[in-house]
């Protein structure tokens, strides 16, 4: 499966240079924990609600202040192409949570961690619902082959 399959798009984003309660109120509105930092249709960086309430209101920073002030700006990234194993080890040996995904430079979603964990858990449903089935279909107790007692 493809990146692009499991990615969230379009992307929530903001300006580096869009202030700290707009930033605010864009995850608010769209009910994410993070936005892309994009200028002149470039990814410039990152900013998730820890850096708001951290780096920003925990660093002194009032509404005011611009989004370049509390965003990481050197954002790991993954292809919208790339097979979702890419994605799977970024996320396992860098510790993010979320990757923003491009093709070509241009800022096409994001997949995050959240995404794989629904992902694997709809993989896990797909593989216990035919288990599930045969134990239903089996009589509760031993069964004959397993040396149970059979009742005359």
Not at 30 to 52: K, P
Not at 82 to 101: E, N, S
């Amino acid at each position: 499966m493809k990146v692009s399959e499991m990615m969230t798009a379009p992307p929530v984003c903001v300006a580096p240079q869009d202030s700290l309660t707009e930033a605010t109120r864009a995850m608010t509105r769209s009910a994410v924990g993070s936005l892309l930092v994009v200028e002149d249709g470039a990814l410039r960086g990152i900013v998730t609600d820890r850096d708001l309430a951290v780096r920003g209101l925990g660093g002194g920073l009032d509404g005011q202040a611009r989004v370049r002030a509390v965003m990481t700006a050197d954002v790991l990234t993954v292809d919208a192409e790339d097979d979702l194993q890419v994605a799977y080890r970024k996320f396992r040996h860098t510790g993010v949570r979320r990757l923003p995904v491009l093709r070509g430079g241009e800022v096409l979603g994001v997949l995050t961690i959240d995404d794989l964990f629904l992902d694997v858990l709809q993989r896990l449903a797909d593989l216990l619902g035919p288990v599930a089935w045969s134990v239903l279909q089996e009589p509760p107790g031993p069964s004959p082959a397993d040396g149970g007692l059979q009742e005359d």
